[in-house]
């Protein structure tokens, strides 16, 4: 039995009675392969003291999500993904923050999410990942694809 699975019976443990619909994790070209996501807004009903807040800047360069906004829906703080870009120098290792078009297919990144239990308005529980922030770790290889003539670090 996996961690995740076990991680899934815990929740099947405190919501006895109603049906459970796992998480899944499919197996994708080089492995498994877990997603995780965040809403992007909730609804106010279930956070009524909940402020609103702004989209980070490069989420929403054309303003397209900030006009779905709406009395029924916010954009707080369990909506918001942080990014980052760890850099190493001479000083040490800092975390700056960052946005999610750094991102590219072979980056190296760290993820930081927890398993959490929705209800479905099937009366249903779905268990998801919730996605809390992703740290760019290393692109030296989707660099390196990106220019071909320079050498891949393991040639180097």
Avoid at 89 to 94: I, M, Q, V
Avoid at 111 to 130: E, F, N
Wanted: hydrophobic share 35%; glycine share 8%.
């Amino acid at each position: 039995m996996t961690r995740l699975e076990v991680a899934q019976d815990v929740f099947a443990q405190h919501f006895c009675g109603l049906p459970i619909t796992r998480l899944t994790t499919p197996i994708g070209r080089t492995g498994r392969v877990l997603g995780a996501s965040n809403r992007l807004f909730t609804l106010k009903v279930d956070s009524p003291t909940e402020q609103g807040t702004e989209f980070q800047p490069g989420m929403d360069p054309l303003g397209s999500l900030e006009r779905l906004k709406s009395e029924d829906l916010i954009h707080g703080p369990e909506n918001i993904v942080r990014y980052y870009k760890r850099s190493t120098d001479k000083d040490g290792t800092s975390y700056d923050t960052s946005f999610p078009g750094i991102f590219r297919p072979g980056d190296v990144a760290e993820m930081h999410a927890s398993l959490i239990a929705i209800q479905t308005g099937d009366k249903k529980i779905k268990v998801t990942c919730r996605l809390h922030a992703v740290t760019l770790l290393d692109n030296s290889f989707t660099k390196v694809r990106a220019h071909p003539r320079l050498k891949s670090p393991d040639t180097a």
